[in-house]
Nanobody
Framework: QVQLVESGGGLVQAGGPLRLSCAASGRRFIINTMGWYRQAPGKQRELVAV???????NYADSVKGRFTVSRDNAKNTVYLQMNMLKPEDTAVYYC???????????WGQGTQVTVSA
């Protein structure tokens, strides 16, 4: 079993920065892909940014150039640095992790990010 805990969400003005963190804990594991998804009111959950253990990244087109995903494998933690935030970035942001050999992927509880105009 793997537990994911997000932190860092909150209210920020448009154009400002915000940094999210997600720490994984539980049984011994190695996480292959780890990253962030978000869900805005009335919309489906969508990929924001993911990163492999080797450092390869994939970003949604809407956040390229503004968001940066990174990870610390020793701490089993993934980060999302969000810059130049827009009101349309407002959503609940969820951490996701895919441990090698695990029967399923894992999700955090989510953290609210609200960007005011």
């Amino acid at each position: 079993q793997v537990q994911l805990v997000e932190s860092g969400g909150g209210l920020v003005q448009a154009g400002g920065p915000l940094r999210l963190s997600c720490a994984a804990s539980g049984r011994r594991f190695i996480i292959n892909t780890m990253g962030w998804y978000r869900q805005a009111p009335g919309k489906q959950r969508e990929l924001v940014a993911v990163i492999t253990r080797g450092g390869n990244t994939n970003y949604a087109d809407s956040v390229k150039g503004r968001f940066t995903v990174s990870r610390d494998n020793a701490k089993n933690t993934v980060y999302l640095q969000m810059n130049m935030l827009k009101p349309e970035d407002t959503a609940v942001y969820y951490c996701n992790a895919d441990p090698i050999g695990a029967p399923r992927a894992y999700w955090g509880q989510g953290t609210q990010v609200t960007v005011s105009a």
